[in-house]
């Protein structure tokens, strides 16, 4: 499928640890679904970026991602995107929204939290504080093994996670850029609401970051709210056609709403 230049497009961001091949087959799926070209970034640290220094706060992480669409993508400067982000890639993309919100036309925030409106134990959950340490420690075969435990609800998917830990061989992320990330993430608050549409969206059987802050953030932003009863913290990965779906039916109001289809 060609999709034409001249539709505004769709940025997709992960989150800790992981890189724009964790999207799967989602990013195909939504550039269906929204008939818009979508594509990814990587954060410096992680996916082909791996051997790069990751900054140590969202504001410094956010412009080291501005810089990489800018250099990439050249075609699309001056325009506006529509921003979906996951986890820490969600603090990433309201930052985005704050720092130059004639860069933004939406956010969709995937199971994303802040500093100052939930407790770090919501943030995440203490059941999962050995793992992380864990997960610092490890090889690439365990970290992927743990970071499936806390990630995905559903049951296991051993090809899927064959790949991960293939990745995770192929490009490493340092122990120190992983400790880099976790900091930026920890510190992160929302600032003030983006002037864009904002959307929250959250797995209700997310065992990492408590649905609570999802929750949390749709009212601090004044932002709907959409839950998947049974998905866990990877959204796109246990449930990407619902995902992709709400994210049609949700936007393309806001989009001619705002001009910005």
């Not at 921003?83 to 985005?96: E, F, N, P, R, T």
């Not at 997310?206 to 009212?219: F, G, H, R, T």
Request: net charge neutral.
């Amino acid at each position: 499928m060609v999709l034409s230049s001249e539709k505004p497009p769709v940025v997709l961001i992960r989150g800790l640890l992981r890189e724009s091949r964790h999207w799967l087959h989602f990013p195909a799926l939504l550039s269906e679904k929204l008939q818009r070209p979508v594509f990814t970034l990587d954060l410096p640290g992680c996916g082909a970026l791996y051997k790069e220094k990751s900054a140590a706060s969202v504001p410094a992480l956010r412009h080291q991602l501005q810089q990489q669409w800018a250099e990439r993508y050249p075609q699309y400067q001056g325009k506006a995107v529509h921003l979906v982000a996951i986890s820490m890639g969600g603090m990433l993309a309201l930052d985005w929204a704050r720092a130059a919100p004639e860069q933004v036309n939406s956010v969709v925030l995937i199971n994303s939290s802040s500093a100052g409106i939930n407790p770090f134990w919501q943030r995440l959950r203490p059941s999962n504080y050995l793992k992380v340490v864990l997960c610092l420690l490890a090889g690439p075969l365990q970290r992927e093994e743990l970071i499936w435990q806390m990630t995905v609800n559903s049951p296991l998917q051993p090809d899927v996670l064959k790949q991960w830990q293939q990745w995770a061989i192929e490009n490493p992320v340092s122990r120190i850029n992983a400790l880099r990330q976790l900091w930026a993430a920890s510190r992160f608050r929302v600032q003030q609401q983006p002037v864009c549409p904002v959307f929250v969206v959250s797995g209700l059987a997310d065992q990492l970051v408590s649905p609570l802050c999802s929750e949390a953030l749709a009212n601090q932003l004044n932002a709907a709210l959409l839950t998947h009863a049974d998905a866990g913290h990877d959204l796109p990965l246990e449930a990407g056609p619902w995902l992709a779906t709400v994210i049609d039916q949700n936007l393309n109001e806001a989009y001619q709403q705002y001009s910005c289809a």
